[in-house]
């Protein structure tokens, strides 16, 4: 028998961020891990395949997060009448304080991985925390579920509390290295990403030697850009001889072009910093229920589109509530129209086809081919029972779509393939 399988259902993906594609009682056949095609009538070469019919029931790519606090699930929803910076300080820094405790870490991610795999998110990028232990027992926890993740041990040596702060520039290099070379060779799934918090956390020592770890292991960066005004005030003040935010990035070396990088947020980012975006080819991680929970903003996301930047969607846990990546497309559509009737009258809202792709092939990219189930791309699944959420009339594969985008829950996953492996 050869080596893969086919499944049978209702099939819907993007292929551009203006169309869905569907096939109804389709096939889907994948083969090494890879999608080998969608077809109307199964092909004969493929007969001898296992087949698992899942008719009647969506079959979609996987959702992609582009950002998540891993130790911050703990208190989602608390304390979200604050903005940002006063939530950081009131919320975020004490419970990051916690994961020094390696029974606290623990018990906190094996919370959060069990919802992650039961989630509709089949990859994710994840801060961690300082400390070297718990990020590497946050790594050991997600590689066993079979989700397919970056994860990142955070640097700041300043602008924190002093239980937070890394003793010195040197130390925390020091510290990130030592984690590179214990995650070397142990995971399948799982991989190490550059992680400086923000500037206002980082001092420009710091960020030289992040830069000089990045050019010495080649290693994807993510971080946090033009969020909330007073931070990007703040960073005016902390780097002077930037000409933006983003611009403070790049003069470390830390902003794209040699290496994958992504940039949360970026709701107030201007002409220079979208044009330095699009020039470096960063990701922007779109985080809509997060600028809405910290006042941060309405981001410019039609902008970003018209100019061509890459652009993913991320749940920010825990400025957002949610880690599904549904809930993100849901509220990225909702925050778009409120921008173009308060904001922007000339900036279109999202459309649904928009905000799937955004949450799927835009994501994904940053992982490759993934998000599609284009021919020779990595096939990652969702089997959605949407029978619950039925109608007393008709309705068409992209309306019970767009009824899973704004109604569905965990419940209503049968099946999550990663990577062409069954997870559950």
Same mark, same amino acid.
């Given at each position: 028998?050869?080596?893969? !399988?086919?499944?049978?259902?209702?099939?819907?993906?993007?292929? %551009?961020p203006?169309?869905?594609?569907?096939?109804?009682?389709g096939?889907?056949?994948?083969?090494?891990?890879?999608?080998?095609?969608?077809?109307?009538?199964?092909?004969?070469?493929?007969?001898?395949? $296992?087949?698992?019919?899942?008719?009647?029931?969506?079959?979609? $790519?996987?959702?992609? #997060?582009?950002?998540?606090?891993?130790?911050?699930?703990a208190?989602?929803?608390?304390?979200?009448?604050?903005?940002?910076?006063?939530?950081? &300080?009131?919320?975020?820094?004490? %419970?990051?304080?916690?994961?020094?405790?390696?029974?606290y870490?623990?018990?906190?991610? *094996?919370?959060?991985?069990?919802?992650?795999?039961?989630?509709? %998110?089949?990859?994710?990028?994840?801060? =961690?925390?300082?400390?070297?232990?718990?990020?590497?027992?946050?790594m050991?926890?997600?590689?066993?579920? =079979?989700?397919?993740?970056?994860?990142?041990?955070?640097?700041?040596?300043?602008?924190? $509390?002093?239980?937070?702060?890394?003793?010195?520039?040197?130390?925390?290099? *020091?510290?990130?290295?030592?984690?590179?070379?214990?995650?070397?060779?142990?995971?399948?799934?799982?991989?190490?990403?550059?992680?400086?918090?923000?500037?206002?956390?980082?001092?420009?020592?710091?960020?030289?030697?992040?830069?000089?770890?990045?050019?010495?292991?080649?290693?994807?960066?993510?971080?946090?850009?033009?969020?909330n005004?007073?931070?990007?005030?703040?960073?005016? &003040?902390?780097?002077?001889?930037?000409?933006?935010?983003?611009?403070?990035?790049?003069?470390?070396?830390?902003?794209?072009?040699?290496?994958?990088?992504?940039?949360?947020?970026?709701?107030?980012?201007?002409?220079?910093?979208?044009?330095?975006?699009?020039?470096?080819?960063?990701?922007?991680?779109?985080?809509?229920?997060?600028?809405? %929970?910290?006042?941060?903003?309405?981001?410019?996301?039609?902008?970003?589109? #018209?100019?061509?930047?890459?652009?993913?969607?991320?749940?920010?846990?825990?400025?957002?509530?949610?880690?599904?990546?549904?809930?993100?497309?849901?509220?990225?559509?909702?925050?778009?129209?409120?921008?173009?009737?308060?904001? &922007?009258?000339?900036?279109?809202?999202?459309?649904?086809?928009?905000?799937?792709?955004?949450?799927?092939?835009?994501?994904?990219?940053?992982?490759?081919k993934?998000?599609?189930?284009?021919?020779?791309? &990595?096939? #990652?699944?969702?089997?959605? #029972?949407?029978?619950?959420?039925?109608?007393?009339?008709?309705?068409?594969? $992209?309306?019970?779509?767009?009824?899973?985008?704004?109604?569905?829950?965990?419940?209503?996953?049968?099946?999550?393939?990663?990577?062409g492996?069954?997870? !559950?």
């Amino acid at each position: 028998m050869k080596s893969g !399988f086919v499944l049978k259902g209702d099939i819907c993906y993007s292929r %551009n961020p203006n169309v869905l594609h569907t096939r109804q009682d389709g096939y889907l056949v994948c083969e090494k891990g890879r999608v080998t095609g969608v077809f109307e009538q199964l092909p004969e070469r493929y007969g001898d395949l $296992p087949l698992s019919d899942f008719g009647g029931k969506l079959i979609l $790519p996987g959702l992609v #997060d582009l950002h998540c606090h891993g130790p911050q699930f703990a208190f989602r929803g608390l304390g979200l009448d604050l903005e940002l910076l006063d939530w950081l &300080e009131a919320h975020t820094f004490p %419970n990051e304080a916690k994961y020094r405790q390696e029974a606290y870490a623990r018990t906190a991610y *094996a919370m959060l991985v069990e919802e992650l795999r039961r989630g509709p %998110n089949t990859r994710v990028c994840l801060f =961690g925390t300082i400390h070297l232990p718990a990020t590497l027992l946050l790594m050991d926890l997600l590689e066993q579920s =079979g989700l397919v993740t970056m994860v990142g041990k955070v640097n700041m040596d300043r602008n924190c $509390p002093d239980i937070l702060r890394e003793e010195s520039a040197a130390a925390s290099a *020091a510290d990130t290295r030592r984690w590179l070379k214990d995650c070397a060779g142990r995971y399948r799934n799982t991989r190490p990403i550059l992680t400086p918090r923000f500037i206002p956390a980082c001092s420009g020592e710091l960020m030289r030697e992040l830069g000089q770890i990045q050019r010495e292991y080649h290693l994807p960066l993510q971080s946090h850009l033009s969020e909330n005004p007073k931070e990007v005030a703040w960073v005016k &003040e902390l780097c002077p001889q930037s000409s933006c935010y983003g611009d403070a990035y790049r003069a470390f070396g830390l902003f794209g072009a040699e290496v994958p990088t992504i940039m949360a947020h970026c709701v107030w980012s201007e002409e220079e910093e979208l044009s330095l975006l699009k020039e470096r080819g960063v990701w922007v991680a779109h985080c809509p229920q997060s600028n809405t %929970n910290l006042s941060s903003g309405i981001a410019p996301v039609r902008r970003y589109l #018209d100019r061509g930047l890459r652009v993913g969607l991320g749940s920010d846990v825990a400025g957002g509530c949610h880690t599904s990546i549904f809930r993100a497309m849901a509220d990225a559509i909702q925050v778009s129209k409120l921008r173009w009737r308060l904001v &922007e009258d000339g900036e279109a809202p999202l459309s649904l086809e928009e905000a799937f792709y955004l949450g799927t092939v835009g994501g994904g990219s940053f992982f490759g081919k993934v998000g599609s189930f284009e021919p020779g791309w &990595e096939m #990652d699944a969702l089997i959605i #029972d949407d029978a619950p959420l039925a109608a007393p009339f008709p309705l068409t594969i $992209p309306q019970r779509l767009a009824r899973v985008v704004y109604l569905s829950d965990d419940r209503h996953i049968v099946a999550k393939y990663v990577g062409g492996s069954r997870i !559950f």
